[in-house]
């Protein structure tokens, strides 16, 4: 994953780098259709969050570009085609990569780290 990134990680490559670490992480899979990510939801269950994967996006939730609490396969695929209209139409030259599917945790502690490579 590192070897083929590019400058900056995703938030999915992130998960993967820290979870080849041995961190524990929220369980997630790219999606690239609604189908899709409501069939990754149902299958590590429900809630779930969905964000829009992209390096041209820094303040998703402003955009409409995230969405929390969804606990129906019928929610998450509405959810994702929210997402994606909300890109095209709020920032129409960002490159949307997928969709992120993520396991939604109780609130608590949350880690935001950095690093450089050498």
């Known amino acids: 994953m590192l070897r083929s990134a590019g400058e900056v990680l ?8 820290l979870h080849g670490f041995g961190m ?7 999606a690239s259709s609604a189908s899709g990510a409501a069939s990754f939801a149902e299958t590590i269950g ?5 964000k ?4 041209d996006l820094r303040r998703k939730r402003e955009l409409g570009a995230v969405v929390l609490d969804l606990t ?9 085609a929210s997402i994606v209209a909300n890109v095209e139409e709020r920032a129409p030259d960002a490159h949307l990569d997928g969709v992120l599917v993520a396991e939604q ?6 880690l935001q780290c950095g690093a450089v490579r050498l």
């Not at 995703?10 to 780098?17: G, L, N, R, W």
């Not at 829009?52 to 390096?55: C, G, I, W």
């Not at 129906?72 to 509405?78: F, H, K, L, P, W």
């Open 10 to 17: 995703s938030e999915h490559e992130s998960k993967v780098v």
């Open 24 to 30: 524990e992480v929220t369980r997630q899979a790219v």
């Open 46 to 50: 429900f809630p779930v969050v969905l």
């Open 52 to 55: 829009a994967v992209s390096p």
């Open 72 to 80: 129906t396969a019928a929610s998450v695929r509405r959810a994702y």
């Open 105 to 110: 945790i109780d609130e608590g502690l949350e």
